[in-house]
Structure formats: C-alpha cells, structure tokens
C-alpha cells in the first residue's frame, strides 16, 4: 500500500545548476525505478542554517512530495547519505494532504507565539515550555 512522504533535504549551497539537476534526476529516477508515484519538487532557495554543517553556514533546500511504500524511503535515504553534496535530509510519513510550509510568508513574533499554542494543543508534547512577556 502505498503511502504520502515528504522529504526536504538540504544540498551545497555552491552547487552548480548542473549538479543540482544531476541531483535531482537521480531523485526522481529512485522514485520511478521502485514503483513510486513521485508528485513535486520545489527549490526553497539558499537560506541560513541554524548552525554550520560541514563549515557551511548556509544551504539550499528541497522539497519533495511523493507516495511510496517503506522500502523506497530505505533506498532514497541510503543514495542522499551516500552522495557528498547532501549535508542534512528528512522523511516524514504524512496523513493526509498538506500544503508546504515554506509557503507561507514570515510570521512576525506575536503570530508565531500564538502558531506554537495552537500546535502545542495539537500534538503534545513530553516537555513543556512557558514563554514570559
């Protein structure tokens, strides 16, 4: 049965168009070779890390949607480790349709204070954090 993924990874942020491509293509064709119904690939752009990885204080992220079964994420996640130019990628298994964060434009401080209530009350969470005005 197949399921909905959705994968970000995180790429150089000096890599060429052809690379990049190359990166891409490579991604795709996982997808496709083990039966998987591959459905966006979006460029979120060069943004700055929350901290260095490898010395790069900044990286270029990918989203990727599409529907699998278990054994397609193994072997996506087995090639991003394996290539060099990926620094960090993450699957995440979802339940049902959702719309890609990235966008959304920037919140200011008081929106976000009230979007961490409103997911805390969602899903909680094993620690809990009190923010003081």
Known sequence: MSRMYETIYI?????????????STKVQDVIASMNGDF????????RKLAYPINKNPRGRYFYLRFDA???LI???????????????????????EV???AAAPAKS???????????ATEAPAETTTT???
């Open 69 to 71: 079964d278990a054994p």
């Open 39 to 46: 459905k966006r690939l979006e460029d979120w752009g060069t």
């Open 99 to 101: 719309v890609a964060p």
């Open 109 to 119: 401080a008081e929106e976000g204070t009230e979007e961490v209530a409103v997911a």
């Open 11 to 23: 790429v150089q942020p000096d890599l060429g168009d052809e690379e990049i491509k190359a990166l």
């Open 131 to 133: 923010v003081e005005e």
């Open 74 to 96: 193994a072997e996506l996640e087995r090639r991003l480790r394996l290539d060099d130019k990926v620094i960090r990628y993450q699957s995440v298994k979802l339940e049902q």
